[in-house]
């Protein structure tokens, strides 16, 4: 299954990288440090995820 944003692993309280499925979503090679920042723009593909994320942790989802 695809992680978190398709370039992350939460496995119990940690966040790992998956860089082969970051490239995969993302394109090319997206650091974990600037998606978790919000420096990258979501692809299209994960905007509902996103979205749900947004909602429960009371943040703004991104604009499209």
């Known amino acids: 299954t695809r992680g ?3 370039g992350t692993n939460l496995d119990g309280s940690a966040i790992t990288e998956d860089e ?3 490239r995969s979503l ?3 090679k997206v ?3 600037d998606i978790l920042a ?3 723009q979501a692809p299209d593909t994960s905007r509902g995820f996103v979205s749900q994320v947004a ?3 009371d943040q703004p989802p ?3």
Request: hydrophobic residues 30%; positive net charge.
């Open 4 to 6: 978190l944003f398709a």
């Open 20 to 22: 082969d499925e970051a």
């Open 26 to 28: 993302y394109g090319s």
């Open 31 to 33: 650091p974990l440090r």
């Open 38 to 40: 919000g420096k990258t």
């Open 55 to 57: 909602k429960y942790a």
């Open 62 to 64: 991104q604009r499209q």
